[in-house]
């Protein structure tokens, strides 16, 4: 594994050509959708939609599945997927999240970072009536959910800047992606992995994020030095953490 605690998106399938499609651009959903799609979902699927009506709420129900670390090999399971196995990584997340929502009139919405160490993480992403919100999950609570009150998705996407910082990560580019594009192939119940929709964001283009060196040799000197300390990723110092959602208990009660 990785020094990272972020969750790398698995590169398996050795038929991807490594140059990224060329898409045409995607003009962001509306604040909520008339008329989400109907789908066969299962009683206990149903119950748990029905139950799960705004991103606070999903944001803690995947904070209390246990991450998975993939030890049977790599996986990308659908919302059904994750109903089934009980846990959950990043890119998981995001697609369970995007189906929930959905349900509730949520354009199914994500966002893909780029990282420089290729550790890519990927979230889920609406628009509320105050601005831009996210709901995350990973093994690092600072690329967590945020409250939506961003202007925009870049605004957004640059608040996980400092928190990417560790080792090796920088985020050099995000893209926000309506899953919708997929058509027909079913990212949201396959009872398979759906690698399709992970080679589909990472041939996405993506915008640039133009970031200071000095700054991040600053960022990744501070953390070396509180992980070398203390043993764990720093969180507490770090600039707006008052828009983070999702952070675990475990960190909250930190000093």
């Known amino acids: 594994m990785p020094t990272s605690e972020r969750l790398p998106l698995p590169r398996t399938d050795p038929g991807r050509s490594a140059k990224r499609t060329v898409q045409p651009a995607l003009a962001v959903g509306s604040l909520r959708d008339p008329t989400p799609p109907a789908l066969p979902f299962t009683r206990a699927e149903r119950r748990l939609v029905a139950r799960l009506r705004t991103p606070d709420a999903v944001q803690r129900w995947l904070n209390a599945l246990p991450y998975n670390m993939e030890r049977g090999g790599a996986t990308l399971r659908s919302f059904r997927g994750v109903v089934r196995a009980g846990t959950v990584h990043c890119f998981e997340a995001a697609m369970a999240a995007a189906v929930i929502l959905e349900q509730h009139r949520y354009p199914p919405l994500v966002l893909s970072f780029e990282s420089i160490d290729q550790l890519d993480h ?134």
């Open 122 to 255: 990927v979230i889920f992403v609406y628009c509320g009536a105050r601005g831009w919100g996210s709901v995350a999950r990973s093994r690092d609570p600072g690329l967590h959910g945020r409250k939506p009150v961003f202007a925009t998705p870049r605004a957004l996407a640059l608040s996980y800047f400092d928190g990417y910082v560790d080792f090796t990560g920088r985020i050099k580019a995000y893209a926000v992606v309506d899953l919708r594009v997929l058509g027909r192939y079913d990212w949201r119940l396959a009872d398979t992995n759906i690698w399709k929709a992970e080679r589909f964001l990472l041939e996405w283009p993506h915008r640039p994020i133009v970031s200071s060196d000095r700054r991040v040799e600053r960022l990744r000197r501070r953390y070396r030095a509180f992980h070398e300390a203390h043993g764990y990723k720093p969180w507490k110092y770090y600039r707006g953490r008052e828009r983070w959602t999702g952070l675990p208990a475990e960190f909250r009660s930190r000093g």
